[in-house]
């Protein structure tokens, strides 16, 4: 296989990577990597519930909270676009060829690579946070052109307050594709938790002095958090400032993430319109879609993205073609992990999405009546998250052969069928913004439906390697602990005090006879993924601790 721009040929596996595979057991060396991964999540979807707590408690849910979230997207939208979406499509797959055992030529080269990403990027990254500042006031309407004056004039602050975040956000991407390569997953897993953790700081302490502008100031503070967490583990990389954008390798990562662009770029717009859209339908909509949308993605970060990204590298030093068995072995591996974690959880949340929203919401100014359409807004969006979930390692299957050009059509094809859909149901149907949210969660089905469908054509069909046989006994499991939970659910609701202690209850006394119900018959049926999942974390967990 060559590179697309033809400079010279892509190095091959690396050295040492079939003995390392060998070496870590295959799958536990795959669940240990997601692992680490999955405590980083966990500790940062923990502060990340605090996080939102925090905010909501402080804040509630209004026009001025909505014109945040609606800002908050920014920073997001420019670090998927500039770092995000070249990350696992171009930065991972090509630095894993620079490390391992490659000797100090190697080394050398992986230091001078590095030195021009982040001499190159760091320019974008201000020219573009410019750009921003001088363009907030016209920016504001393009996301909420369905607020008032003032709201518009709020809108228009709060961005000129969070696009600095770009350059923080940008570099600390940067130091995450170093460390993914490198496969030292501890230092990534550290930057979200470190980022809630300043966030929660930051709001803690200034809300009181610069009232809705803390919270775009309190990103600032958390993006400095996440960096800082990343530079230990960039000790012994010798960087220095050289601009060579004609580099070999950055032609190679810009031929890699050019068709990315254009995919992201939609992406971006269609989260654009739907924020523009949720700000006609209701002030306090955006808000609502929001903390559904956190919860929605809470086992999405801890389950789908933890285990992808474990993959990422050992799929990149991997040729499908040279050796289908062996990838789709390592592939089908991983997707199963995702399968038996994301079933059960998208079935706890749909039974307990109510106490849950109580217990962390529905306190200080966030009303009854703000949990209750962010409820509604939550069931709606889990009719996605299964295939959201088995979404995100087919995407990164064909980012680790280095096809970046056929995801993008996919992704292109959902946008569209979005696009089609979310006005219809949001606006001619009346069915407001939960017409937006079930757009959404058609979106998903759409691009995971046909993932698959192409993956299939491309590689041959997952048949004989479990996948089938994972979803079967993780779906009857996750039914079974459904019940569980829900005969719980009903035998607590009138016998627990009302209010916080009363929600805490309900979502925890449930949940946790489900987890020991779903693991019983994970073992009943002989479910090896998630066996292999507990026994990476009993091994990791003494480690660390020792």
Same mark, same amino acid.
């Given at each position: 296989?060559?590179?697309?721009?033809?400079?010279?040929?892509?190095?091959?596996?690396?050295?040492?990577?079939?003995?390392?595979?060998?070496?870590?057991?295959?799958?536990?060396?795959?669940?240990?990597?997601?692992?680490?991964?999955?405590?980083?999540?966990?500790?940062?979807?923990?502060?990340?519930?605090?996080?939102?707590?925090?905010?909501?408690?402080?804040?509630?849910?209004?026009? +001025?909270?909505?014109?945040?979230?609606?800002?908050?997207?920014?920073?997001?939208?420019?670090?998927?676009?500039?770092?995000?979406?070249?990350?696992?499509?171009?930065?991972?797959?090509?630095?894993?060829?620079?490390?391992?055992?490659?000797?100090?030529?190697?080394?050398?080269?992986?230091?001078?690579?590095?030195?021009?990403?982040?001499?190159?990027?760091?320019?974008?990254?201000?020219?573009?946070?410019?750009?921003?500042?001088?363009?907030?006031?016209?920016?504001?309407?393009?996301?909420?052109?369905?607020?008032?004056?003032?709201?518009?004039?709020?809108?228009?602050?709060?961005?000129?307050?969070?696009?600095?975040?770009?350059?923080?956000?940008?570099?600390s991407g940067m130091?995450?594709?170093?460390?993914? +390569?490198?496969?030292?997953?501890?230092?990534?897993?550290?930057?979200?938790?470190?980022?809630?953790?300043?966030?929660?700081?930051?709001?803690?302490?200034?809300?009181?002095?610069?009232?809705?502008?803390?919270?775009?100031?309190?990103?600032?503070?958390?993006?400095?958090?996440?960096?800082?967490?990343?530079?230990?583990?960039?000790?012994?990389?010798?960087?220095?400032?050289?601009?060579?954008?004609?580099?070999?390798?950055?032609?190679?990562?810009?031929?890699?993430?050019?068709?990315?662009?254009?995919?992201?770029v939609i992406q971006?717009?269609?989260?654009?319109?739907?924020?523009?859209?949720?700000?006609?339908?209701?002030?306090?909509?955006?808000?609502?879609?929001?903390?559904?949308?956190?919860?929605?993605?809470?086992?999405?970060?801890?389950?789908?993205?933890?285990?992808?990204?474990?993959?990422?590298?050992?799929?990149?030093?991997?040729?499908?073609?040279?050796?289908?068995?062996?990838?789709?072995?390592?592939?089908?591996?991983?997707?199963?992990?995702?399968?038996?974690?994301?079933?059960?959880?998208?079935?706890g949340l749909l039974?307990?999405?109510?106490?849950?929203?109580?217990?962390?919401?529905?306190?200080?100014?966030?009303?009854?009546?703000?949990?209750?359409?962010?409820?509604?807004?939550?069931?709606?969006?889990?009719?996605?998250?299964?295939?959201?979930?088995?979404?995100?390692?087919?995407?990164?299957?064909?980012?680790?052969?280095?096809?970046?050009?056929?995801?993008?059509?996919?992704?292109?094809?959902?946008?569209?069928?979005?696009?089609?859909?979310?006005?219809?149901?949001?606006?001619?149907?009346?069915?407001?913004?939960?017409?937006?949210?079930?757009?959404?969660?058609?979106?998903?089905?759409?691009?995971?439906?046909?993932?698959?469908?192409?993956?299939?054509?491309?590689?041959?069909?997952?048949?004989?390697?479990?996948?089938?046989?994972?979803?079967?006994?993780?779906?009857?499991?996750?039914?079974?602990?459904?019940?569980?939970?829900?005969?719980?659910?009903?035998?607590?609701?009138?016998?627990?005090? +009302?209010?916080?202690?009363?929600?805490?209850?309900?979502?925890?006394?449930?949940?946790?006879?489900?987890?020991?119900?779903?693991?019983?018959?994970?073992?009943?049926?002989?479910?090896?993924?998630?066996?292999?999942?507990?026994?990476?974390?009993?091994?990791?967990?003494?480690?660390?601790?020792?």
């Amino acid at each position: 296989m060559t590179i697309a721009d033809g400079s010279s040929p892509r190095p091959g596996p690396l050295p040492g990577a079939e003995e390392r595979e060998s070496q870590t057991g295959g799958g536990t060396g795959l669940a240990r990597a997601a692992g680490i991964n999955s405590l980083g999540n966990v500790a940062s979807r923990l502060l990340g519930v605090l996080r939102e707590s925090v905010i909501s408690t402080r804040f509630g849910a209004s026009g +001025a909270t909505s014109a945040f979230d609606a800002v908050s997207a920014v920073p997001k939208m420019v670090y998927e676009l500039l770092v995000g979406g070249m990350l696992s499509a171009a930065l991972v797959p090509v630095l894993s060829e620079y490390t391992g055992e490659q000797g100090e030529d190697r080394r050398t080269e992986l230091d001078d690579v590095m030195s021009i990403l982040l001499t190159i990027s760091l320019v974008v990254f201000v020219v573009v946070t410019g750009s921003l500042l001088l363009g907030a006031r016209w920016i504001a309407p393009l996301l909420v052109g369905g607020f008032d004056e003032s709201l518009l004039e709020t809108t228009a602050i709060l961005l000129r307050l969070i696009v600095p975040s770009v350059i923080i956000y940008g570099i600390s991407g940067m130091l995450q594709a170093y460390h993914y +390569a490198r496969k030292a997953f501890v230092y990534p897993s550290m930057g979200a938790p470190a980022h809630n953790l300043g966030i929660i700081v930051a709001v803690w302490l200034l809300s009181g002095r610069f009232d809705i502008r803390s919270l775009s100031l309190s990103i600032l503070v958390g993006a400095l958090f996440q960096l800082a967490v990343q530079l230990p583990g960039a000790r012994g990389l010798h960087l220095r400032w050289r601009w060579d954008w004609r580099h070999p390798v950055i032609r190679r990562i810009g031929a890699l993430y050019a068709p990315v662009i254009l995919s992201i770029v939609i992406q971006n717009l269609g989260v654009i319109i739907d924020r523009n859209l949720a700000s006609r339908t209701a002030p306090e909509a955006i808000t609502w879609m929001s903390k559904a949308t956190f919860l929605n993605q809470l086992p999405l970060g801890l389950v789908s993205m933890a285990i992808s990204l474990a993959v990422l590298p050992t799929l990149s030093q991997m040729d499908a073609a040279l050796s289908p068995d062996a990838f789709k072995r390592t592939f089908s591996r991983g997707l199963r992990l995702v399968i038996v974690l994301i079933i059960p959880a998208g079935m706890g949340l749909l039974l307990l999405g109510k106490p849950v929203i109580e217990l962390i919401f529905q306190h200080g100014v966030f009303t009854a009546e703000d949990a209750a359409r962010s409820l509604d807004a939550l069931r709606v969006y889990l009719a996605g998250l299964p295939f959201a979930a088995i979404d995100l390692p087919l995407v990164f299957a064909f980012y680790a052969q280095k096809d970046t050009r056929t995801p993008v059509m996919v992704g292109i094809i959902s946008v569209v069928i979005y696009l089609v859909i979310a006005p219809l149901l949001a606006f001619v149907l009346e069915w407001g913004f939960l017409g937006l949210v079930a757009a959404n969660s058609l979106q998903q089905i759409s691009h995971a439906g046909i993932m698959l469908v192409v993956f299939a054509r491309r590689y041959g069909t997952l048949r004989g390697f479990g996948v089938l046989r994972s979803t079967a006994q993780a779906g009857v499991a996750a039914v079974a602990m459904g019940l569980v939970v829900y005969g719980a659910y009903r035998l607590l609701g009138s016998r627990v005090p +009302a209010g916080l202690a009363g929600s805490a209850l309900l979502a925890a006394i449930p949940a946790s006879l489900g987890v020991g119900c779903y693991l019983l018959l994970a073992r009943f049926l002989g479910m090896s993924d998630l066996t292999a999942v507990l026994g990476a974390f009993a091994r990791f967990l003494p480690r660390r601790s020792g």
